[in-house]
């Protein structure tokens, strides 16, 4: 008995906000937040539903950053595989909240 290589296992992570995003041939570039030593294989994206026209899809953070430096926005670059580089998309992640400075 064999192990399907084809086994739907959606992808796991957190749904995190977005500062903003850009998509641009078979890349997207993404904004998000960081304290210093997030990489871009630190995320995923999900698929979460597609149309003739259209593919909703999410980013979500399978690994966590572990520095210690004040939170900033980073930019970061994931692949999109064939099927969504001819679709509409559109982003189900929320939109991040500007970092406010705190004064004491």
Aim: charged share 25%.
């Amino acid at each position: 008995m064999g192990v399907s290589s084809c086994s739907a296992d959606p992808a796991k992570g957190e749904l995190i906000p977005l500062e903003s995003y850009q998509i641009n041939h078979n890349m997207l570039t993404f904004k998000a937040q960081s304290t210093g030593c997030t990489q871009s294989n630190y995320f995923v994206i999900r698929t979460d539903k597609v149309d003739n026209k259209t593919a909703m899809i999410s980013v979500l953070q399978t690994t966590q950053d572990r520095c210690k430096r004040m939170p900033f926005f980073d930019t970061f670059s994931l692949p999109l595989d064939n099927e969504l580089q001819k679709k509409e998309i559109k982003l189900a992640n929320p939109k991040a909240s500007p970092f406010v400075k705190r004064t004491k």
